[in-house]
């Protein structure tokens, strides 16, 4: 029997995940929000977005940045998007970082990085991950009639009203710091 879980994300939404190791779960971005705000020195968030993305668009202010993917600033013509690396230091970064036994919610722009990236950790040996199912902007509303069709309006840290900043915290990511 498969071990599969379906999370509820909002009205009638659902996302179905297969064979999920007893070490990883999954919240929302409320859940997130809460769990961290109830126990802040233990549970920790890991935001794996790419450096432009944290910088740019904004991040929870108590995330800490380690990419799971780099951009290289090349287009793929066959996914239409821009081309992205394995961050070859993920997992050595996380470890510097946090133990194996924290309890780590790990957030992408919508859910599927982040996935990957409790995968990662899981199989690195941890054993408390949360992949945060609607990252910090959510999914794109897909009704026609409304005048947000096609953005990333619903659910996520964002659109939940979770605290969030453009202000960068050095010590919260892994960019080194720029020599003159």
């Not at 309890?103 to 992408?108: E, N």
């Not at 959510?138 to 964002?158: A, L």
């Given at each position: 029997m498969n071990n599969s879980n379906i999370i509820r994300i909002g009205r009638g939404q659902c996302r179905i995940y297969f064979n999920i190791p007893k070490n990883i779960f999954c919240c929302d971005a409320e859940e997130a929000y809460k769990m961290w705000k109830t126990s802040p020195v233990q549970v920790h968030i890991l935001d794996v977005r790419t450096p432009e993305e944290y910088v740019f668009v904004g991040h929870a202010e108590m995330a800490r940045n380690i990419p799971l993917l780099f951009v290289k600033h090349e287009w793929n013509a066959e996914t239409n998007q821009l081309?992205?690396?394995?961050?070859?230091?993920?997992?050595?970064?996380?470890?510097?970082?946090?133990?194996?036994?924290?309890?780590?919610?790990?957030?992408?722009?919508?859910?599927?990085?982040?996935?990957?990236?409790?995968?990662?950790?899981?199989?690195?040996?941890?054993?408390?991950?949360?992949?945060?199912?609607d990252g910090m902007e959510?999914?794109?509303?897909?009704?026609?009639?409304?005048?947000?069709?096609?953005?990333?309006?619903?659910?996520?840290?964002?659109n939940f009203g979770s605290p969030w900043t453009y202000d960068v915290n050095p010590q919260q990511t892994c960019l080194s710091s720029a020599k003159r």
């Open positions: 081309a992205v690396e394995s961050n070859p230091d993920f997992i050595t970064e996380v470890r510097r970082q946090f133990k194996p036994t924290d309890t780590i919610l790990v957030m992408c722009r919508s859910g599927d990085r982040s996935a990957m990236a409790v995968n990662a950790l899981a199989k690195a040996g941890f054993v408390n991950v949360y992949n945060i199912i959510g999914d794109m509303v897909d009704d026609p009639t409304s005048k947000h069709y096609g953005k990333r309006m619903k659910n996520g840290w964002k």
